[in-house]
């Protein structure tokens, strides 16, 4: 047994241009599910294999069982005789008799609109199929043979004229109607989503690296334009402070889908309770974001409708607030991972202790480059890391260090401080570029280090995962190992100043700051204010002898435009004017301005009389 699968392996190793070949029609959709047959190339030499679907895809950091949403899987021999199938778990099938394998024909269920109560499907890694548009996430529509996952595939799609394929695979339009993709594994196949949809793209570069984005709407409105112009700035960032990137090409991948009914809730519109509940049912789920791949990124964006105030929420919004961070995901964990990642295993995947490095520092370099390049001011940046550090503050690293985290992800205990890889990974990733820079007497940033450190291991070198602090160490000062095993493999409470001071900044727990007082926030005014339950619009209760602003008792306001209004009025003499509604009519109340001292917490502020230094 042992010596013939040796053997298979060698055989691998010599038919190298030798492929897996899936074969797909797309004309052929029926009822939200796709057919497909699979061709082995070679099979091992035992009479039992076993073929599965990812329980779970690099990324995520959550369960996906992709299995789920396959059904009626057959194996054929060469005559087209089914050999003896069993499913052996949600994701996995034994296949008898394998040595005669011929074939292995599926069907896979669409994703993004099946309502799942366990383990739903973040929808930036699910699969979407309808006539007008085919979103393949690898995991939901390609199975493999255990064992085979670095054998090369070749994926033959028949499909209407009017759609194509964008994909970060090498791909051949071989008709109008046949479109042929090449993965060097099957790692590759899925890390290369591809969206089928009538082309609405736009192609740019940055620096040398050719960029395509492209968007499918489920609303038909051609948006690519106005997408790219969303993300110019931040890509020109991107350009000025990283020379060259380490891919030769990268693709944004965009799904809008129509979300209006929701933007109505959300702006205040009046709605029956049902129709409520019915809405908050029906997106429960719903998982707006990016996943990050290789060379490209793909985006679930919703339209909320032109009216929508919330700014976040404006479709513009969202890409430009996800693109920089799945775009920085090229340096890592793409092009700098320990081997859980670089030999990814889709059933019982083991997680990294090092999300401090692959989502934190990707974050912190997003902001970090927003603010090099130009596109934040220093106060908007330092504002940006001064919410990290308030919200990072809040994991409970007297329980469990950041390391022990990020390892133990997919376990319910660990899995809801998963979002702190976001804010404490940041205020991290910035503390340790402040202790870089004072360790090396500002000759070295985060920034180099990483990039030298990529330069040295690459997308296909994984470093082991207890090397990992060593390694970077090496690269800066022996005592910066210290950092390491006090906050970030440890368990102790971080010091910001510790580290901040290095960049002529100091973190105070609570700080009386002058401040442009908000009219609407009960400690800048003397008023009490109710708000509804999904917080768009602000009742006025009471009000008294010290109120300001002019607001009365039974004063109603759009809270959300309200907000938009006075953040848009950055300058503290502009008087700004609020729509409300006293009496059941509508008033516009203007509104002068009014500055004053406020206990605020988590205040990051530059040392008195310093300028910040960051290099
Ligand atoms: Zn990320």
Partial sequence: MRFSFLLWLITQLTFVSAQNVFEIDLNRYRNDALELQYTPYAVPPSDTLVFSFPATVPGTYDTQDYGRFVTRLTALDALQRPLPVKRIGVNRWYIFKARNLQHITYCVEDVIDKPVRKHPIFQPAATAFDSNVFLFNGGGVFGYIEGAESQQVSVRVKKPKRLYGLTALDTKLENDSLQVFRATSYHQLIDCPVLFTKPDTVCFKVNQTDVTLSVFDVQGTSRARNMYNALKRDMNAVAKVLPVLPVKAYTFIIYVDDLRPLGAVLNGNSMSFFKKIQLALQFRNLGLGALEHGQSSVYYLGDFGS?????????????????????????????????????????????SKHLWLYEGVTEYFAHYIKYKGGVYTENEFLKVMQEKLRVGATFPINTMAFTEMSAHVLESKYQKYYTQVYERGAALAFLLDAEIQRLTQNKKRLLDVVLQLHAQYGPAHSFSEDSCFEMFTRAVHPELKVFFDTYINGKTAWEPNKQLHALHLHFHDSLRVLTRLNPLNERHNDIKVKRNATGTMAEIIKTGPQEWAGFMPGDKINYIEFSENFAAHKNTDDVFSVSLNRKGKKIMLQINPKTGLVLENSVLQKQEGKSFLLN
Avoid: K, W
């Avoid at 607030?321 to 320990?338: D, R, V, Y």
């Fill in 307 to 351: 009216e929508i105030t919330l700014r976040d929420l404006q479709l513009e919004s969202q890409l430009s607030s996800a693109a920089i961070h799945e775009f920085m995901h090229i340096i890592t964990p793409l092009g700098l991972h320990s081997e859980c990642i670089g030999n990814f295993n889709y059933q019982n995947p083991v997680m």
